[in-house]
């Protein structure tokens, strides 16, 4: 474990809240727009980029921070488990020696 792991687990953390936040305001935003505010029309097009820009940052912080759930995935599947019983040697026939089979 890497004593950075948790700092930057809380700000994706944080950041995901922040974004479905965000959502969830332009989904009510969208919704409360005049009937012919579609995308394309200023009305719509402008709420969508007040949106996008209250989001560059949360987003930034996954691009910045995100590649820390691969690093965490990676370690945990080479790290060796408590839990799994250690490898067993297989014997190997002896050299020199063939083993017939019969089908």
Known sequence: MQSHWGYRLGVLHTALGQLDTLNQEWLRTRD??????????????????????????????????????????????????????PPRATPTAAAGRTVEVRR
């Open 32 to 85: 409360a727009l005049p009937a012919g505010a579609t995308p394309g029309t200023p009305a719509f097009d402008n709420a969508l980029a007040e949106h996008h820009a209250a989001c560059w940052s949360h987003l930034d912080d996954w691009a910045t921070h995100g590649h820390i759930i691969g690093d965490i995935n990676f370690a945990a599947r080479h790290a060796p488990s408590p839990l799994a019983p």
